[in-house]
């Protein structure tokens, strides 16, 4: 139901945006969050939106560099990261929340996507 694309292949500065495209009417009433595993380390999280978009948050390590927003017509939520850097290589989730608001806890999602995956060369 949720289809994350976007990655690829980019050196340290550069930008990526990510997509999340979901089917299904009800998107809209659904927060939405950005996740991230890196190899040999645990999921971890990277940004939330809430249903309508009017909330946003974001983890530390990305806060000013990421800017996550949804187009609920479109049913697809945008990760538009900039000034990459090698830490932020990654396979990129995004996930579909069990309720309408932004959360940063993985157990407050019941639907994830299948991972695309993001390199930073240095």
């Known amino acids: 139901q949720l289809q994350a694309s976007g990655g690829g292949l980019v050196q340290a500065g550069g930008s990526l945006r990510l997509s999340c495209a979901a089917s299904g009417r009800t998107f809209s009433s659904y927060g939405v969050g950005w996740f991230r595993q890196a190899p040999g380390k645990e999921r971890e999280f990277v940004a939330t939106i809430n249903y309508s978009g009017g909330y946003t948050y974001y983890a530390d390590s990305v806060k000013g560099r990421f800017t996550i927003s949804r187009d609920n017509a479109k049913n697809t939520v945008y990760l538009q990261m900039n000034s990459l850097s090698p830490e932020d290589t990654a396979v990129y989730y995004c996930?579909?929340?069990?309720?309408?608001?932004?959360?940063?806890?993985?157990?407050?999602?019941?639907?994830w996507g299948q991972g695309t995956l993001v390199t930073v060369s240095s």
């Open positions: 996930a579909k929340g069990r309720g309408i608001a932004a959360d940063t806890r993985p157990r407050q999602y019941d639907s």
